[in-house]
Nanobody, 126 residues
Framework: QVQLVESGGGSVQAGGSLRLSCAAS????????MGWFRQAPGKEREFVSR????????YYANSVKGRFTISRVNAKNTVYLQMNSLKPEDTAVYYC???????????????????WGQGTQVTVSS
Protein backbone atom coordinates (compact mmCIF):
# COMPACT_ATOMS: atom_id res chain seq x y z
CA GLN A 1 0.00 0.00 0.00
CA VAL A 2 1.25 3.46 -0.90
CA GLN A 3 -0.27 6.71 0.27
CA LEU A 4 0.41 9.85 -1.73
CA VAL A 5 -0.01 13.44 -0.57
CA GLU A 6 0.35 16.35 -3.00
CA SER A 7 1.22 19.89 -2.02
CA GLY A 8 2.36 23.11 -3.62
CA GLY A 9 -0.71 24.06 -5.56
CA GLY A 10 -2.09 27.58 -5.54
CA SER A 11 -3.02 30.60 -7.61
CA VAL A 12 -0.57 32.29 -9.91
CA GLN A 13 -0.65 34.70 -12.82
CA ALA A 14 0.11 33.60 -16.34
CA GLY A 15 3.85 33.28 -16.87
CA GLY A 16 4.46 32.37 -13.27
CA SER A 17 5.81 29.18 -11.72
CA LEU A 18 4.79 26.61 -9.16
CA ARG A 19 6.44 23.48 -7.85
CA LEU A 20 4.22 20.59 -6.88
CA SER A 21 5.43 17.92 -4.49
CA CYS A 22 4.08 14.46 -3.88
CA ALA A 23 5.19 12.69 -0.72
CA ALA A 24 4.77 8.93 -0.58
CA SER A 25 4.49 6.71 2.45
CA UNK A 26 6.09 3.31 2.65
CA UNK A 27 9.53 1.97 1.97
CA UNK A 28 8.84 0.81 -1.58
CA UNK A 29 8.66 4.21 -3.24
CA UNK A 30 11.72 3.47 -5.34
CA UNK A 31 9.94 0.46 -6.91
CA UNK A 32 7.28 2.65 -8.52
CA UNK A 33 7.25 4.83 -11.56
CA MET A 34 5.43 8.05 -10.77
CA GLY A 35 3.10 10.13 -12.84
CA TRP A 36 1.33 13.44 -12.73
CA PHE A 37 -2.16 13.86 -14.16
CA ARG A 38 -4.56 16.77 -14.16
CA GLN A 39 -8.27 17.34 -14.49
CA ALA A 40 -9.82 20.62 -15.48
CA PRO A 41 -13.49 21.37 -14.76
CA GLY A 42 -15.76 19.55 -17.18
CA LYS A 43 -12.88 17.64 -18.75
CA GLU A 44 -11.44 14.15 -18.45
CA ARG A 45 -8.33 13.53 -16.42
CA GLU A 46 -5.27 13.73 -18.63
CA PHE A 47 -1.66 12.63 -18.48
CA VAL A 48 0.91 15.31 -17.75
CA SER A 49 4.22 13.61 -17.02
CA ARG A 50 5.88 10.38 -15.93
CA UNK A 51 9.22 9.39 -14.43
CA UNK A 52 10.57 5.86 -14.22
CA UNK A 53 11.58 4.29 -10.93
CA UNK A 54 15.22 5.08 -11.56
CA UNK A 55 14.52 8.60 -12.76
CA UNK A 56 16.32 7.75 -15.95
CA UNK A 57 13.31 8.18 -18.21
CA UNK A 58 10.87 11.07 -18.23
CA TYR A 59 7.90 11.79 -20.45
CA TYR A 60 5.68 14.80 -20.97
CA ALA A 61 2.42 15.61 -22.64
CA ASN A 62 2.96 17.83 -25.67
CA SER A 63 1.01 20.60 -23.99
CA VAL A 64 3.56 20.94 -21.18
CA LYS A 65 6.80 19.89 -22.87
CA GLY A 66 9.51 22.47 -22.40
CA ARG A 67 7.65 24.16 -19.52
CA PHE A 68 7.27 21.40 -16.91
CA THR A 69 9.97 19.23 -15.37
CA ILE A 70 9.37 16.06 -13.38
CA SER A 71 11.95 14.78 -10.92
CA ARG A 72 12.20 12.48 -7.93
CA VAL A 73 14.30 11.99 -4.85
CA ASN A 74 13.92 8.39 -3.78
CA ALA A 75 15.69 9.01 -0.48
CA LYS A 76 12.92 11.48 0.38
CA ASN A 77 10.07 9.40 -1.09
CA THR A 78 9.09 12.47 -3.08
CA VAL A 79 8.34 13.33 -6.68
CA TYR A 80 8.19 16.90 -7.94
CA LEU A 81 6.64 18.74 -10.84
CA GLN A 82 8.26 22.08 -11.59
CA MET A 83 5.85 24.15 -13.67
CA ASN A 84 7.14 27.24 -15.43
CA SER A 85 5.57 29.66 -17.91
CA LEU A 86 2.15 28.71 -16.66
CA LYS A 87 -0.87 29.38 -18.83
CA PRO A 88 -4.56 29.72 -17.95
CA GLU A 89 -5.18 26.40 -19.69
CA ASP A 90 -2.96 24.73 -17.08
CA THR A 91 -5.67 25.40 -14.50
CA ALA A 92 -6.74 22.05 -13.07
CA VAL A 93 -6.55 19.74 -10.11
CA TYR A 94 -3.21 17.98 -10.29
CA TYR A 95 -2.84 14.41 -9.09
CA CYS A 96 0.23 12.29 -8.54
CA UNK A 97 0.00 8.57 -9.08
CA UNK A 98 2.20 5.53 -8.52
CA UNK A 99 2.63 2.75 -11.08
CA UNK A 100 3.92 -0.57 -9.77
CA UNK A 101 5.28 -1.14 -13.24
CA UNK A 102 8.25 1.08 -12.60
CA UNK A 103 9.77 0.53 -15.99
CA UNK A 104 11.13 2.99 -18.50
CA UNK A 105 8.02 2.51 -20.65
CA UNK A 106 5.64 5.32 -21.44
CA UNK A 107 2.32 4.64 -19.72
CA UNK A 108 -0.21 7.46 -19.98
CA UNK A 109 -3.53 5.84 -19.15
CA UNK A 110 -4.79 6.49 -15.65
CA UNK A 111 -6.00 2.90 -15.26
CA UNK A 112 -2.37 1.77 -15.47
CA UNK A 113 -1.55 3.51 -12.19
CA UNK A 114 -2.15 1.78 -8.89
CA UNK A 115 -2.29 4.53 -6.26
CA TRP A 116 -3.47 8.13 -6.34
CA GLY A 117 -3.18 11.21 -4.21
CA GLN A 118 -6.09 13.46 -3.33
CA GLY A 119 -5.06 16.21 -5.73
CA THR A 120 -3.96 19.82 -5.42
CA GLN A 121 -5.58 22.78 -7.16
CA VAL A 122 -3.58 24.93 -9.56
CA THR A 123 -5.23 28.10 -10.83
CA VAL A 124 -3.57 30.31 -13.44
CA SER A 125 -5.12 33.69 -14.13
CA SER A 126 -4.58 35.76 -17.25
Amino acid sequence: QVQLVESGGGSVQAGGSLRLSCAASGRTFSFYAMGWFRQAPGKEREFVSRISRSGGSTYYANSVKGRFTISRVNAKNTVYLQMNSLKPEDTAVYYCAADFDGSEALRISDYEYDYWGQGTQVTVSS
